[in-house]
């Protein structure tokens, strides 16, 4: 650990004193641009052809440790077969014993997300951006590719305002699928996840992406989801039943469009080839061609096994060895969910969803009080409340549970203050409950999540 800290430390102060940090002999790392859990992103320069880079470099100690290098090799393998005008390039991945570096097409524009905080877009930006998000995830198809996650966060625009889809780590390759030829992880952030993706029986991938896209064409012209309501039960009753409103200044054909893409049953959704040939999108398109990926790394054929191995691979920090693997994909995205922007009162780290039972929930949240020191001083059916032992600044916090059921397959669950201090209730959410109710969790609010 402290060596760790001691390396980061002198990276840093390296970038302060102007040194130039080469990295491989190959690229020199700047400024850092965004950072996660267990990765940091710096913009770079190869030093060759000067041409501009993301270099996002990943603990690999930390992803062991988590147990999300399945995770990784997924996406190294879904990028090997996707590489599009519309997705973001990875052009080499590289390790040492103890980090992975990912060299990845520098996007300038920044995510798509940003563009609609500002408010709604006109209808020819909006089709241009639909038509070059239709065009990737049907490529994407295509090859047996479902991304699973798309949403404006994962949508980034380069210099030239073109659409990059990102963030293919919760994707879904043929070998996902179950022997009823159907997916069954749960995956997505809930404003932009199909009705059927919430149900136990399986989904079809493909389908599911086109609704997120429906979605996200919505949020263009609109500048709002169309599913949303301050109450998270509410906002999922919505979705199950496609139920929402058009803004007047939308157009007929663009509200024909969303009406077919939008429908709660997945078997009479329209389908990409279908819109592709509707006159709306078709306006001003232009198909994008996509370009091959040669299978190499190095000057050899790798094969699938050698994933692991490319991914451990110990060197010396002296001349350690280029990995001219796949693309990859940068996980840039903020974060941040749309639905903040219209919340009146956000209730963040107080509501998460469950694919638990209700009953099962209820017995999760009295073991939690009990392991926590709370006690239990009222349980109803579906509610529960607890109180500390100890004297907060306002006397003893309260925290209220409330467990309500959505659908068979669906449950939300609402923590509230009854009693207390508001920064101890907020500490109890984010460093108490929330990695206490870890294994029952689908979903907090406000994050996108994926159980297997």
């Known amino acids: 650990m402290e060596d760790q800290t001691d390396q980061s430390l002198q990276e840093n102060q390296a970038l302060i004193n102007g040194a130039r940090n080469i990295i491989f002999g190959k690229y020199e790392m700047g400024r850092l641009l965004g950072k996660g859990t267990f990765a940091k992103v710096y913009y770079g320069k190869n030093l060759k052809t000067s041409e501009s880079v993301a270099i996002k470099v990943i603990n690999k100690d930390h992803v062991k440790k988590e147990g999300t290098m399945e995770q990784i090799k997924r996406e190294i393998s879904v990028m090997r077969l996707v590489r599009h005008p519309n997705i973001v390039e990875l052009k080499e991945v590289m390790a040492t014993k103890k980090k992975i570096f990912f060299v990845m097409e520098y996007i300038k524009g920044g995510e798509?997300?940003?563009?609609?905080?500002?408010?709604?877009?006109k209808e020819d930006l909006a089709r241009k951006y639909f038509q070059q998000l239709i065009s990737a995830v049907d490529f994407c198809h295509s090859r047996g590719v479902y991304h699973r996650d798309l949403k404006p966060e994962n949508l980034l625009l380069d210099e030239n305002g073109n659409?990059?889809?990102?963030?293919?780590?919760l994707s879904a390759l043929p070998e996902h699928l179950r022997n009823d030829g159907?997916?069954?992880?749960?995956?997505?952030?809930?404003?932009?996840v199909a009705p059927e993706v919430l149900?136990?029986?399986?989904?079809?991938?493909s389908k599911a992406d086109l609704w997120s896209c429906g979605v996200i064409l919505y949020v263009l012209l609109a500048g709002f989801l169309p599913f949303q309501d301050e109450n998270l039960m509410n906002m999922y009753m919505k979705v199950f039943k496609a139920q929402y409103e058009f803004p007047p200044w939308f157009s007929s054909e663009a509200k024909r469009l969303i009406?077919?893409?939008?429908?709660?049953?997945?078997?009479?959704r329209i389908t990409i080839p279908a819109i592709m040939r509707v006159p709306w999108f078709l306006k001003g398109f232009t198909r994008p061609i996509a370009f091959s990926i040669p299978e190499v790394f190095g000057q050899e054929n790798v094969e699938e096994k050698d994933v692991d191995e490319e991914l451990e691979l110990v060197r010396s920090k002296s001349a350690p060895p280029f990995y001219n693997a796949f693309e990859f994909i940068s996980s840039m995205s903020s974060g941040f969910d749309l639905s903040s922007l219209f919340e009146s009162k956000r209730k963040s780290g107080s509501?998460?969803?469950?694919k638990c039972s209700a009953s099962s929930i209820m017995a999760k949240l009295e073991l939690v009080a009990k392991k926590l020191n709370f006690k239990i001083v009222c349980a109803k059916k579906f509610k529960v409340k607890m109180q500390g032992a100890s004297e907060g600044r306002k006397g003893k916090l309260s925290v209220t549970a409330e467990v309500f059921e959505v659908a068979p397959e669906v449950a939300v669950v609402e923590f509230s203050k009854s009693a207390g201090d508001t920064l101890e209730y907020k500490k109890f959410c984010e460093e108490d409950a929330r990695p206490?109710?870890?294994?029952?969790v689908w979903s907090w609010q406000g994050e996108s999540n994926c159980q297997q």
Do not use: N, Q
């Not at 009406?259 to 009479?268: G, Q, R």
């Not at 206490?436 to 029952?440: E, P, S, Y």
């Open 112 to 121: 798509l997300f940003a563009k609609i905080a500002k408010g709604k877009l």
């Open 163 to 169: 659409l990059k889809v990102s963030d293919f780590g």
């Open 182 to 192: 159907l997916l069954h992880t749960r995956c997505g952030t809930p404003a932009y």
């Open 199 to 205: 149900r136990k029986k399986g989904y079809d991938g």
């Open 259 to 268: 009406s077919k893409i939008l429908v709660a049953d997945p078997e009479k």
């Open 351 to 354: 509501l998460f969803t469950s």
């Open 436 to 440: 206490a109710l870890k294994d029952i």
